[in-house]
């Protein structure tokens, strides 16, 4: 099963970076980072594009700004156009981690079951 993880970014260079390490670091192999770069004119392009050279789980995908919604749907437009399987789609904003063991068993068990949706908490740290 493949999680996509759909991380829409403007203007983030500088978190883009950690955010979508924390989720390559997750110990589940399934997940598919698509970073959608909503017209940046910061550095993130070209980290982005670093990115996707040196990991093939990660997608990077250009686009003129639009909105966060805009990037989001042309993230779910790739995930539905590149389907390899029974997949999931889940978003992360680029300035936000997850910790180390977000993809614990208990979570993997609920997606074991092919649920339609999966709701997650947050932990805001400062």
Known sequence: MIINVVIPSYNYGKYIESSVNS??????????????????????????????????????????????SKARNTGIDYVMKNKEGFEYITFLDADDLWRKDFFNDKVLSCLDEKRDVVCFEMCKCT
């Open 23 to 68: 989720v390559i670091a997750q110990s589940y192999p399934g997940l598919r980072v698509i970073i959608v770069d909503d017209g940046s004119a910061d550095n993130t392009r070209e980290i982005g594009e670093a990115l996707a050279a040196k990991d093939e789980r990660i997608i990077y995908i250009h686009q003129e700004n639009g909105g966060v």
